[in-house]
């Protein structure tokens, strides 16, 4: 199966590896001190670190979507993004930007940014037009109800079918749009909206995704409460957990995984690569 990902200014040839993404979150808890210059500089030499790390994208975020966070105003999310989007341009890889709202996905892509990571699926009204006429890329995120809802008993009759129908209508909506399928990637959406058995199903389950919707299948379990849920341990000892899960997306078929460690990963899924041959 070709694994082509058309990313803006970049393109990837994912037939025969996985990449890591570099998690940078750019809400204010994510920062020690208040001013601004400062959260620039932490922002850019975070990301320049990951990058020497290995990470082949950088997937910068605004906006918390942990379970139960709120919304954050559209003027607060551009303010906290778009200076990011302009100090990175010359980080060399492409810049991702994780956002729900069609206007934030207008102005980043004006600035430079080379794909759109979308938790809902590029639902919402004007997604589809303010990302088709560009070239970035584009990840469609399974997410049930919202993040303010979405761990409130979620529900499915078949977790995989269910995610799996989602991810299909939501390519043919981008497709019947006009939207290359190669700017295209897929992501189950761990965490969200989801039970623990729902996650380690979906896990086990990337392969069927794959080969039924043939596009690239990114994964984001980093530190998340799926890790939690079977070590046993806090968010900052999950570490050893991630690699793990890291490791088993890309042995059932991930092409992309969207982590907070970056070196790690890059060495695990090296050595992972070394031992193994890519179906
Ligand atoms: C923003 N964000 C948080 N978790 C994520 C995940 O699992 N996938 C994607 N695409 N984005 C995520």
């Known amino acids: 199966m070709r694994h082509y990902l058309q990313c803006g200014r970049f393109g990837f040839n994912l037939d025969s590896k996985a990449l890591v993404m570099g998690i940078l979150n750019v809400t204010p808890d994510s920062f020690s001190d208040g001013g601004s210059f400062n959260k620039l500089e932490f922002a850019l030499s975070r990301a ?14 605004g906006e918390s979507t942990r379970p139960g966070s709120p919304s954050v105003p559209l003027a607060e999310e551009l303010q906290r993004v778009m200076p990011v989007v302009y100090a990175l341009q010359g980080l060399g890889v492409p810049l991702s930007v994780d956002t729900c709202k069609p206007e934030v996905m207008r102005e980043v892509l004006i600035a430079g940014a080379d794909m759109i990571n979308d938790v809902n699926g590029f639902r919402a009204p004007g997604a589809l037009e303010a990302v088709r006429d560009s070239d970035c890329g584009l990840c469609i995120m399974h997410m049930q109800a919202t993040p303010q809802t ?12 269910e995610v799996i129908a989602f991810l299909r209508e939501r390519i043919d909506a981008m497709t019947a749009a006009g939207i290359d399928r190669e700017r295209i990637c897929i992501d189950p959406g761990f965490g969200f909206g989801k039970t623990v058995a729902h996650n380690y199903t979906l896990l086990r389950e990337i392969g069927r995704m794959r080969s039924e919707l043939a596009r690239p299948v990114l994964a984001g379990l980093s530190r998340k409460s799926m890790i939690g849920a079977v070590v046993g341990r806090p968010v900052e000892q999950r570490l050893a957990g991630s690699l793990a899960g890291a490791l088993a997306a890309v042995a059932q078929g991930a092409r992309i995984v969207r982590v907070h460690d970056v070196a790690e990963t890059v060495d695990a899924i090296q050595v992972w690569q070394a031992a193994t041959s890519f179906n």
């Open 48 to 61: 320049e670190e990951m990058v020497a790390a290995g990470a082949a994208m950088i997937d910068i975020g």
């Open 150 to 161: 979405m761990q409130r008993e979620p529900h499915y009759d078949d977790v995989v079918a």
